[in-house]
């Protein structure tokens, strides 16, 4: 059993030479054997082992004599130790189970970040990750799901007994004559989990697959690996695909349409992933969803899932969180005064205001005003200037249109999504709207051959190009 850890340290390179490593100890027979594993492996690697050991408070004094128990075995076995007790504040959560298991992430992460450890190892075995794979198979996990509990973690979590059976476990504790503590919860069919371990997989076993527990633990490997290979693909398949704008994702629907369906799947995952933080709630469903959305050449609706919101317009698909585009947050406006730098929501959302004088010695082709559509005759006007979002109504005739075009009719011609519309910037002069984003000024204000100071406008939201 010694051997099959070290090859599994070995084969997902848990440790490096020299560091330290934080052992989770509950005083159950897992993290009992896991922690006398490392003892005797630590000479391979250099290693020095901490214990941390997190004290739930949940089942009163037994909680109390668990922490008895590792403190004394810290001693026995002179290993420096961490205690903390979780204070679990307010009722009890819905999922107790759930709720502890972040405490003791939170305590394993706040541990490292302390430098106090460089990596935490947690006694999970190949009796755990059949456990794992059959929960979340039952659940309509797909291939992610199914890749079970991860060898290895970005935060630095590290599990060297995947490769060991919980009866093995026991059996090498029997030999050694090595005490643990039976945790009374492991036996209440309250947790699902209970349930699959004393019910559920027994009953497999039985009836149709003595290696039902194997079976599972090959299908996470087989799933882990074709999750590694995924994860470089849709690297390259995001790219011209899925873009970052502020805090959601914007995808190109035609792009995910020419997708084959499995990596389709897998790029809204990752959307939703990267806007939400995880994918916690997310299902078969929602995905499948999404890309019904994505379906129609052209089209527009909304759908919502777990702290989603899911918009279409035009051919793109925005993944957002709900209330980030929320009314009471839509509106802004600024006395523009010039020169200035103005900031307005979204990414990239700068407007730059400034004045340039024709010198005598411009000729009419070099004329900078002649370049582009961006720029307004400053002795056309007076009065204040502001700055301000589009509004429903608003309308004017811009340069090269021979009546007033109503800004909601351009924005349904260029494609503009529908959530881009609200922040959309223009310049107006009482109820004169001077110029608006991409599509330049009005042309009772348009600077000409014969302009001689220009009002420049500077918009960063527009490609970095003078709008």
């Known amino acids: 059993m010694i051997e099959r850890v070290a090859e599994t340290i070995a084969r997902h390179r848990m440790f490096l030479p020299g560091q330290s490593a934080g052992v989770a100890v509950s005083g159950g027979a897992d993290s009992v054997c896991l922690l006398h594993a490392l003892l005797e492996l630590a000479p391979r690697w250099d290693l020095r082992i901490r214990i941390l050991h997190l004290n739930h408070q949940l089942r009163g004094r037994e909680s109390g004599e668990d922490e008895e128990f590792v403190r004394a075995m810290a001693e026995r076995l002179r290993i420096p130790i961490t205690v903390r007790a979780w204070d679990q504040a307010g ?28 990596r935490v190892a947690l006694g999970h075995t190949r009796s755990d990750q059949a456990e ?30 995947l490769a060991v059976d919980r009866a093995e476990v026991l059996a090498f504790l ?48 087989w799933a882990l690996a074709e999750e590694a290979y995924w994860e470089a693909e849709l690297d390259r398949l995001a790219e011209g695909r899925m873009r970052r704008t502020g805090e959601a994702v914007v995808m190109d629907a035609e792009a995910l349409r020419g ?71 839509r509106g802004y406006s600024f006395a523009a005064t010039v020169p200035g730098r103005f900031e307005i929501p979204g990414p990239n959302g700068a407007i730059l205001l400034e004045l340039i004088e024709k ?22 006007v007076s009065g204040d200037l502001e700055l301000r979002n589009w509004r429903p109504g608003d ?21 503009i999504p529908l959530w881009e519309r609200w922040r959309w910037p223009v310049l107006t002069k009482g109820s004169a709207i001077l110029w608006a984003r991409r599509f330049g000024p009005a042309a009772r204000y348009a600077a000409d051959s014969g302009t001689r100071v220009a009002l420049a406008i500077w918009d960063a939201g527009a490609s970095g190009e003078l709008a």
């Open 91 to 118: 009722p009890c959560s819905a999922n107790l189970e759930e709720a502890a298991r972040e405490a003791r992430m939170a305590f394993f992460a706040e541990t490292a970040a302390s430098g106090a450890v460089d």
């Open 132 to 161: 794992t794979v059959l929960f979340r198979f039952l659940r309509g996990a797909g291939t992610a799901g199914l890749a079970g509990i991860r060898p290895v973690t970005a935060a630095g979590i590290v599990r060297p007994l």
């Open 174 to 221: 029997r030999e050694r004559g090595i005490p643990w503590r039976e945790d009374s919860t492991n036996v209440s069919r309250q947790f699902a989990r209970n349930r699959i371990r004393h019910d559920l997989l027994p009953q497999l076993a039985l009836d149709w697959n003595p290696a039902i527990g194997e079976t599972l633990a090959n299908t996470a490997d």
């Open 259 to 329: 997708l084959p369906l499995a990596a389709a799947r897998r790029l809204v995952r990752r959307a939703m992933e990267r806007v939400k933080g995880d994918l916690r709630g997310i299902d078969f469903d929602h995905v499948s969803a999404v890309l019904r959305l994505a379906a129609g050449s052209e089209g527009r609706g909304r759908l919502q899932a777990a702290g989603l919101d899911i918009f279409r317009s035009f051919d793109w698909l925005r993944f957002g969180r709900p209330g980030e585009a929320a009314p009471r947050n």
């Open 359 to 380: 010198t005598q010695t411009s000729a009419p082709s070099d004329c900078v005003y002649n370049k582009g559509a961006g720029w307004i005759d400053w002795e056309r």
């Open 395 to 415: 309308q004017y005739r811009p340069v090269g249109s021979s009546t007033e075009r109503k800004i909601k009719t351009l924005f349904q011609e260029a494609r």
